[in-house]
């Protein structure tokens, strides 16, 4: 498909398990974003991607997460050790948004990892 | 710190009804971002604004940017039903990095 996928849509798991959510992003797309949303809330940011540069990670809340990207292309979170609170809908999001030039950073979002941590 | 600060967090409303949306900051963007989320979906780009007082229309929703490009507004005309969702605001700084507002949560009854 031509938009940002997402895998799992749901993961259920039981505290204390570790969970790997993926993001494929759409083609070309150079930037790639992690966010978390907690039920009717606006998007906390995570881990930032831009082309081969080393990642700003500046969102990730504990080193329980981490995220990995390959190249320009698929990206998966980690979340280790999962909490209760980490219980939340992951969105990723791409662009085409390049440091250094004149683009803007119009985001295209996938529809998200819901995750329950029981 | 760079904020966005939106307004207001809930708004419940009858069809036909107008309402405004507000973002504001006391930093500079060089462009704001509008993004509407429906349920179990993620957020979908409204309208990207780029220059101070610019305004967009994309049928009845109207989009304007301050002057100082500090702060923008989304005012949608005889709201429909079909217009409920989570509206948020994002500022870009070109640092890569977007900053959202905490999202306005629209509903609209029949």
């Known amino acids: 498909g031509a938009g940002v996928s997402q895998s799992p849509s749901n993961k259920v798991t039981e505290k204390g398990k570790d969970v790997e959510l993926r993001c494929d992003p759409i083609?070309?797309?150079?930037?790639l974003y992690w966010y978390r949303q907690r039920l009717g809330q606006g998007l906390e940011f995570l881990i930032y991607f831009q082309g081969n540069s080393a990642p700003d990670k500046s969102g990730l809340p504990s080193d329980r997460f981490s995220a990995e990207r390959t190249g320009e292309s698929v990206s998966t979170l980690t979340i280790q050790r999962t909490q209760q609170e980490d219980s939340a809908v992951y969105l990723c999001a791409s662009s085409l948004f390049t440091s250094g030039r004149a683009t803007y950073n119009e985001q295209f979002f996938g529809p998200g990892t819901r995750l329950t941590v029981l | 710190t760079q904020l966005l600060e939106q307004s207001p967090q809930f708004l419940s409303i009858q069809e036909g009804e107008n309402l405004t949306v507000y973002c504001n900051s006391s930093?500079?963007?060089?462009?704001l971002q509008w993004y509407r989320q429906e349920p179990g979906e993620g957020p979908v780009l409204l309208v990207t604004?780029?220059?101070?007082?610019e305004v967009k229309k994309l049928k009845r929703l109207t989009f304007q940017f301050g002057d100082a490009r500090k702060d923008s507004s989304l005012h949608i005309t005889a709201a429909q039903p079909g217009d409920t969702g989570l509206y948020l605001c994002?500022?870009?700084?070109?640092?890569?990095?977007?900053?959202f507002g905490q999202g306005t949560t629209l509903q609209v009854k029949p």
């Open positions: 994002a500022g870009d700084s070109n640092t890569g990095k977007l900053i």
């Open positions: 604004v780029v220059t101070g007082g």
């Open positions: 930093s500079v963007f060089s462009s």
């Open positions: 083609s070309g797309h150079t930037a």
